[in-house]
């Protein structure tokens, strides 16, 4: 089993900056590819960024270049540096973690609010 906590959500401006970290909490797991995903009110789930267990990063075309996922294999958390942030950033970031078995566990999510 796998816990999957957020957190560094928060209001800022077009334009800011904001740290989001996922951490991960169990007993005797592993896991493999960790993503960030996020959901804006009326609106799907989307994919946002993922780095593997061998630190390859891929990132949805709205935040290349603007979003940096990064993962502490020691620490076991996954931080998602945010920067030049636009209104329709604003939704609810949750992190995702699949193990090499192919479970997959959610977290709670953290609310991104970007405006002025």
């Known amino acids: 089993q796998v816990q999957l906590v957020e957190s560094g959500g928060g209001l800022v401006q077009p334009g800011g900056s904001l740290r989001l970290s996922c951490a991960a909490s169990?007993?005797?797991?592993?896991?493999?590819?960790m993503a960030w995903y996020r959901q804006a009110p009326g609106k799907r789930r989307d994919w946002v960024a993922t780095?593997?267990?061998?630190?390859?990063?891929a990132y949805t075309d709205s935040v290349r270049g603007r979003f940096t996922i990064s993962r502490d294999n020691a620490a076991n958390t996954v931080p998602l540096q945010m920067t030049s942030l636009k209104p329709d950033d604003s939704a609810v970031y949750y992190c995702?973690?699949?193990?090499?078995?192919?479970?997959?566990?959610w977290g709670q999510g953290t609310q991104v609010t970007v405006s002025s």
């Open positions: 169990g007993t005797g797991f592993r896991i493999n590819t």
């Open positions: 780095v593997t267990s061998g630190g390859s990063r």
């Open positions: 995702k973690a699949i193990t090499p078995e192919g479970l997959v566990y």
